[in-house]
């Protein structure tokens, strides 16, 4: 017979207290910012203070109905394992789907051009939203596998940027020319971020990469006479088909394969071009964790002290992660470079590695198709609060306050193992009886 499950009872006194000091807390953060507004004096230029009870006790009361929620939930142990509230129907139901859904999502990317191919804004969106995927599978050779915190990424992508503006303009370089050689000098930039961190780890190792990536940033605003400083760089030459160019004139795409001119066959382009850069940063990710390398970055990962007693140069680790991880930046560097044709330091700044990172923490560390969801719900879910933009951080923060709590591995956080037995053997009591003496 079952085991009965144990009688659950609402902890509400204990709920009431924790809200009530929680809305006591927001009211004392809340009275000066929300709870009194400043007018400047026309006459006089004085500031003047204008009450506005109303805005601040619907502040302290969200906060106290939300933690009043949150806390009986949780002590009422009703949020422990909430694996546990799921039916075996259902559990079977999502595992068969999160078998397929890459599929589904790789499926969905091919005919996004075929359905949106009149709507310029889907076409865009969706080409920034396989764009982040791949700077987050890219990144996550760095954090998701290594297990080293790197908040400069966005320089590996402005250096791939600024490789393919500059070799394009000066040299007459084509695209398919110059898109190896930005990853190759990303690459090169990995190597030398490498060294200098390779005795840092923790707190120390995100400190210095966040300084390189400033570092980077402000080399190309000074740098004037070779980046153009502020202005940037414009009139980057957009890819060609194989030679043949994106133009109304008789050597076109259109002209040469009959079509009628249009300039999305451009934009399509650039999503299947975006797409197939992605796909090839993906099964390269994934053969190279199956390799002795891939399984060294995981060591590193776990603990960098057994991983140096099993053997493993943590040098070579560590500089073949951030050369690699760079190497794809630099990729998507250069194509983000042709397809804006416009080019300043004010593209790659902070905010950009910290949304990269989200989309590998949110999305699973060492998750690949974890990273590919977080990238659609973050790039593309949020642009529905594009008229709400004073709004779309505090949504985002309580979206990163939500998957910790509840999801602190990310939101796909299970993966096949990199080597694993082929079955399943049962261990014989003896042997662990032996253990135990």
Known sequence: MAAAMPERKLDVAGALKDAALAAFVAFGLFSLVLGLRTEQSGLTSALQLYPRPGLLFGAVATVFAGRFLIALLFRS???????????PQASKGIAFIGRYAGIGLLVFALIIPVIFFDNRYLLDLSILVVTYIMLGWGLNIVVGLAGLLDLGYVAFYAVGAYSYALLAQNFG??????????????AFWGVLLGFPVLRLRGDYLAIVTLAFGEIIRIVLINWQSF???????SGIPRPSFFGVPFNDGP?????????SFTPSHRVVFLFYLILALALITNYFTIRLRRLPIGRAWEALR??????????INTTHTK??????GAMFA????????????????????????????AIVVLGGMGSQLGIAVAALVMVGGFELFREFAQYRMIVFGLAMIGIMIWRPRGLVSHREPSVHLQEK?????AVVEGARQ
């Open 77 to 87: 142990n009703l949020l422990a394992d909430p694996a546990r509230f799921i039916p």
């Open 173 to 186: 370089f084509s695209f398919w020319i110059c898109l190896p050689l930005a990853g190759i000098l990303a």
């Open 227 to 233: 980046t153009g400083g502020p202005n940037g760089i």
């Open 251 to 259: 050597d076109g795409f259109a002209a040469t394969f009959g079509l």
């Open 302 to 311: 776990e603990d960098e002290i057994a991983c140096r007693s099993l053997g």
């Open 319 to 324: 500089l073949t992660a951030f050369a690699l």
């Open 330 to 357: 630099g990729f998507a560097g250069s194509f983000f470079a042709t397809r804006q044709g416009f080019i300043s330091p004010e593209s790659f700044v902070f905010h950009e590695s910290a949304m990269i990172l």
């Open 425 to 429: 053997k049962p261990i014989p009591a």
